[in-house]
């Protein structure tokens, strides 16, 4: 079994009469990238602000890398990044005086910020102060602070908030080669599920502060339903064929489109029949439900965005 880099037992967090955290034990091994989604307002940044050591909870247990006393802890947390929200990057300065403020508290050579800069792709900056930053720059220059202590455990709050489809991929990119080149371990938050599915290997749903479920990618895949979508010219025409072959787990969707969930029926029949009866089909496919919906299902229809 690899080691065990975060476990939480019971964790609870009230701010007056409301619970932002309740009874959430969770486990983090090293190499996942363990997802934490939530709805706005689910208790994501308490929980991590709670690992950080930022606020003190009311009950339960920490244990960060085998430690769980104060000293222990304290000690654990130098072995952590950490980008809560916004951390301090200094808008005055370039990316490169950023990393070297950072470094000068004890961390990485100049070689190393180099490198930084590179795989953070923020290398051709120059003489740009961050003030002048775009937002993904900001953020990806946010992850590379996290990186000048060289940890080993790195925990990301809604890295990819606010970035384009483009800045969300570059992020997921820098994530997993962060990863798969030195070996960290990465807790990140998102309601963006669908996003997260790229490349988290466990997820945490959070809902009103519970951890509701904890699963792994491959759980993910099994449990989301997979389904036949057939688009064809005549819906209405199709039914009788698939009476005929005894499919009775399916849904008319509209005129053009059928989903079918018995999957152990092989596509190319079903296609064959229709075609056979003289139905059009112009599209056929097993379809994976999306994660989105998945997470639906689990939180009772509430929207996680
Ligand atoms: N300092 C605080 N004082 C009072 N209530 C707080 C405080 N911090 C958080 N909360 C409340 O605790 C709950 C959880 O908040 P938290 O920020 O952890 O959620 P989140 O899942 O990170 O959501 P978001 O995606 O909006 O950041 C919310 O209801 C929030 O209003």
Do not use: C, W
């Not at 701010?15 to 996942?32: C, F, N, P, T």
């Not at 209405?236 to 079918?260: E, F, G, K, S």
């Not at 029949?273 to 439900?289: E, H």
Request: no cysteine.
């Amino acid at each position: 079994m690899t080691e065990i880099i975060l476990k939480t037992t019971g964790v609870t967090k009230k701010y007056g009469q409301h619970k932002a955290l309740a009874d959430v034990s969770i486990e983090i091994r090293r190499g996942m990238i363990y997802g934490l989604i939530g709805e706005n307002g689910a208790g994501k940044s308490t929980f991590m602000r709670a690992i950080m050591g930022l606020i003190e909870t009311d009950t339960g247990t920490i244990e960060l890398f085998g430690q769980h006393d104060t000293k222990g802890l304290q000690q654990a947390r130098r072995k952590m990044g950490q980008s809560i929200e916004m951390p301090a990057l200094y808008p005055e300065l370039t990316a490169r005086e950023n990393l070297q403020v950072q470094a000068a508290n004890g961390g990485v050579d100049e070689t190393e910020i180099e490198r930084l800069l590179t795989m953070m792709n923020l290398a051709t900056t120059g003489r740009k102060h961050v003030k002048n930053f775009s937002l993904g720059m900001r953020q990806r220059l946010a992850i590379a602070v996290t990186l000048v202590t060289n940890p080993e455990f790195l925990i990301l709050d809604e890295p990819t908030n606010g970035l384009d489809p483009a800045g969300i991929a570059e992020i997921r990119e820098i994530i997993l080669q962060l990863v798969n080149e030195r070996g960290l371990t990465v807790l990140i938050s998102s309601h963006l599920l669908n996003e997260l599915s790229l490349v988290a290997t466990h997820y945490g749903i959070l809902h009103h502060g519970r951890l509701i479920r904890e699963l792994s990618k491959e759980q993910i895949a099994q449990e989301s339903q997979q389904y036949i979508e057939i688009e064809l010219a005549d819906a209405q025409a199709a039914i009788p064929i698939l009476d005929q072959m005894q499919i009775a787990d399916y849904t008319v969707v509209d005129a053009q489109h059928i989903n079918v969930y018995q999957h152990n029926q092989a596509v190319a029949q079903i296609n064959r029949a229709l075609v056979l009866a003289d139905i059009a089909v112009t599209r056929i496919g097993v379809t994976q439900q999306q994660l989105e919906d998945y997470f639906l299902n689990l939180t009772g229809g509430e929207q996680l965005v």
